[in-house]
C-alpha cells in the first residue's frame, strides 16, 4: 500500500480554522484519499474521502492537489471536541492500512 | 440507527487463558474487518471478511487466533492462549461497498497480566 506523511502533532485555537497536511507522493490512480479521527477511548471515525475534486462534507472539506501527491483537510473553525488523533489514509484495494496520523490539541 | 456493537468493552485476563471478543456489525453491512492497536499505534488490519467468507487473513497470527462470522453477520475473535504482548485495543469494523467509509465500533481493550 501507498505510504502517507503526516506531522506528528498539530496545535490550533479554539474557533479558528485547522489545515491538516498529508503527503502521499506515491499514490497511485485509482487510490482514493480518506481520513479518519480517532478521539480517546473511541474507536476510529469516517470524516471524509475524495478521489480527484476537492470535498465538502458536514464534517469537513478535503483539498486535493492537482497532482494528487498531497492533500488538506480543513476544519472550519475548530471546537474542543475536535481534539483527535487525525489519520490520512489511501485506500487501496479493499483495506485500510493506517499510519500513526496527527494528534491534534486545541487551545481553548 | 445502532452502530457496530462490540462487546466485551475491557477484558483483564491472566496469561495462557483464552479470550474472545464479540462484534455486531451495522445491518446490511456485508464487509467486516478486525483490526488491532496497539497503544500509540495505528489500527492493524487482522482479517476482513466478504459476507461470511474470511478473504483476506494474512495478518491473523493463525497459530493463536481465530475467527468467525456465522451467516455473514455477527462475528467473534478468539485469542487461545493470549500472551502478554496481545494486550491491546481491538476493534471491528465494517462497511457496505468498496471505497465506502468504515464504521468502527468503540472497541475492546484487553489486558493480559
Known amino acids: 500500500d501507498a505510504k502517507t506523511t503526516q506531522p506528528n502533532s498539530m496545535e490550533s485555537n479554539e474557533e479558528e480554522p485547522v489545515h491538516l497536511p498529508c503527503n502521499h507522493s506515491?499514490?497511485?490512480?485509482?487510490?482514493?484519499i480518506h481520513w479518519y479521527r480517532q478521539l480517546p477511548s473511541q474507536g476510529p471515525e469516517y470524516v471524509i474521502h475524495g478521489l480527484t475534486s476537492n470535498v465538502n462534507n458536514r464534517m469537513a472539506s478535503l483539498a486535493i492537489a492537482e497532482d494528487r501527491k498531497s492533500s488538506t483537510l480543513i476544519l472550519h473553525r475548530a471546537t474542543l471536541r475536535d481534539a483527535a488523533v487525525y489519520y490520512c489514509i489511501l485506500r487501496g484495494y479493499e483495506k485500510l492500512t493506517f499510519g500513526t496520523g496527527t494528534r491534534l490539541t486545541i487551545i481553548p | 440507527e445502532a452502530g457496530v456493537v462490540q462487546s466485551p468493552r475491557y477484558k483483564i485476563i491472566e496469561k495462557k487463558q483464552p479470550v474472545a471478543f464479540w462484534c455486531n456489525p451495522i445491518?446490511?453491512?456485508?464487509?467486516l474487518y478486525w483490526y488491532r492497536q496497539n497503544l500509540g499505534q495505528g489500527p492493524e488490519l487482522l482479517i476482513r471478511?466478504?459476507?461470511?467468507?474470511?478473504?483476506?487473513d494474512s495478518q491473523l497470527p493463525k497459530d493463536r487466533f481465530s475467527a468467525e462470522r456465522l451467516k455473514g453477520v455477527d462475528s467473534t475473535l478468539k485469542i487461545q492462549p493470549a500472551e502478554l504482548g496481545d494486550s491491546a485495543v481491538y476493534l471491528c469494523?465494517?462497511?457496505?461497498?468498496?471505497?465506502?467509509?468504515?464504521?468502527f465500533g468503540s472497541g475492546t481493550r484487553l489486558t493480559v497480566v
Open positions: 471478511y466478504e459476507n461470511e467468507e474470511a478473504v483476506d
Open positions: 445491518s446490511g453491512h456485508n464487509t
Open positions: 506515491t499514490i497511485s490512480g485509482t487510490d482514493y
Open positions: 469494523a465494517s462497511s457496505q461497498q468498496d471505497y465506502y467509509g468504515y464504521t
